[in-house]
């Protein structure tokens, strides 16, 4: 049996980030991931400059500027033939740049940094249990490569294992106390930027147009281009039946984005890897002993690309949370629980934005006058939504939104039955979201209607551990039924 402060379980991005911090102010950390690096994730791979910010506080962005990444500045956003151009607003910090990091080569970048700073990075290690003591998880068991069984004991145990966390399924916070379906697909693949050396290449692109999502993503080394499609999710199975049918079929559909990689060479194109399972979550992610951080505590669609920034952010504000308190239990969960409600309350926003994208239809009269607004300068304006500077509903209030409505009205391009159906449809579900953040529940499970999409499919926990012998110090764990939201009041 070994002791340390905390056990992390999950080496990527809030794994590294939830170390570094701790490890940086000389504390024990010990990291566990069952794979060895590098590695591949399936991700978007998008950070804005406030996810680079994140890369600069972990300590891994001297690294990630060594693979040589197109520095992104600019978003351009096409809404049914309607663009605007605008500049990306700097991180808190100055950072004013955007990096598109493969995920094989990025999460290295994340552990080596980690390691740099003192933390015990252990690969090719998986957890196998936890470790109990007066109803409190007191550490953990995993086994390493060579198969041999080991024990951490710490003051917490944080789960960064992703959307399906073990960690969360032994807690007894598998099943999400909140969930939404997701309604696209994502289909990628990489080629080569026929652009390289132009703002073009300085500049992420989306189009939206009909009920399709498209977006190009100057990436890294420079000169690559990552392509993303969301449709439909329905359209995932298509593209892996006929990949190359699919591709020529969403270019007719989206020839922005055909123009964008005209001249690019299609024997430089990657496979094309696609999902259509991302539903959006919200899991109980503190207790006795314990704590979730990125995905395996909350996640949402991708559409918005958002989910490495959060990853990130989430781990180093949880750290930021423990460095006061760490050498006291009691505390240590108090100031988990803390976290976990200031968490939901940063992602809620976001949460419900991705929501609102990921319905799968046309875009609505109101948002094509938005763009066309923000189209008249190229100052931040739509772009904070994705750089998270400002909320949607600082954004677009519903002064704004209301004009936008009677900008659509007026010029007549859709009929008037379906402008002010789709206006009055998104002032109400505005109003419920707003009603929402005001009420600042914990854990709340009331589902904003327009937002969250019910009967969403969630997974069967992973099996449990073969039953073993527990030293007579180390009670039994609670049984996974055991309701979350009853085991800590609210």
Known sequence: MEQVDVVVVGGRLAG?????????????VVVLDKMSFPSDQLSTHLLMPAGTSELSKLGALPRILALNPSKVRWTQVEAEGIACLERLRPADDGTDFGVCIPRDQQDVCLVEAARDQGADIRERSTFTSLVWRAGRVAGVRYTDAAGEEHELRGTLVVGADGRRSSVAA????????????????????????????????????????????AFAFPSAPEGKLLILIMGGRDEVS????????????????HPSLARRIA?????????????????????????PGWALAGDAGHFKDPVTGQGMRDAMWMGRTLAEHLLPVLDDPPAVDRATRTWEAGRDRHCLPAYHFANLDTR????????CELVRDAGRTTDADLTD??????????????PRLARAAVAALVRGERPRTETVTRAVHEVRTELEIRRERYADRFRATRLVTGSDHPDAEWPAP??????????PSTAAAPPQSAPILEEIPA
């Open 238 to 253: 298509a593209a892996r039946k006929d990949p190359e049918g699919y591709w020529q079929r969403k270019l007719g559909e």
């Open 16 to 28: 590294c980030a939830v170390a570094a911090p701790l490890a940086r102010a000389g504390r024990k």
């Open 360 to 367: 799968v239809e046309r875009q609505s009269p109101a948002l």
């Open 170 to 213: 032994q807690v007894g916070a598998w099943h999400p106390y909140r969930l939404s379906r997701n309604g696209r697909g994502l289909v990628f693949r990489y080629v080569d930027d026929p652009l390289t050396g132009t703002r073009a290449a300085e500049t992420y692109n989306q189009w939206r147009d009909g009920d399709s999502f």
């Open 263 to 287: 001249g690019a060479d299609p024997g430089t194109y990657t496979k094309i890897r696609s999902t259509g399972e991302t539903p959006a979550f919200f899991r109980a992610s503190s207790g």
């Open 462 to 471: 992973p099996s449990p551990p073969k039953p073993r012998v527990l030293a």
């Open 385 to 398: 939504l994705f750089g998270r500077a400002r909320t949607l509903q600082e954004i677009a209030p519903l």
